[in-house]
């Protein structure tokens, strides 16, 4: 399964209701995206009210505050 090089890491908190989103210049396939979601999940610890969007196009992350 090839993923995306990561270049740059940077801190970020993530607050319950919080959504989380991944981007990506390559096109995911639904196996490789549930499975970068699975990993995302399990090494950021996420609240189970914070959702995580993955978008193919320009990888970043960042948290879009909850209301």
């Known amino acids: 399964?090839?993923?995306p090089e990561i270049t740059e890491v940077q801190r970020l908190t993530v607050k319950p209701g919080d959504r989380l989103v991944l981007r990506t210049d390559a096109k995911l396939a639904a196996d490789t995206a549930a499975y970068l979601l699975e990993r995302v999940r399990h090494r950021?610890?996420?609240?189970?009210?914070?959702?995580?969007?993955?978008?193919?196009?320009?990888?970043?992350?960042e948290v879009v505050e909850g209301p």
């Not at 950021?44 to 992350?61: A, E, K, W, Y």
């Open 1 to 3: 399964m090839m993923l």
């Open 44 to 61: 950021l610890d996420l609240p189970d009210d914070v959702r995580v969007v993955i978008l193919d196009s320009g990888m970043s992350v």
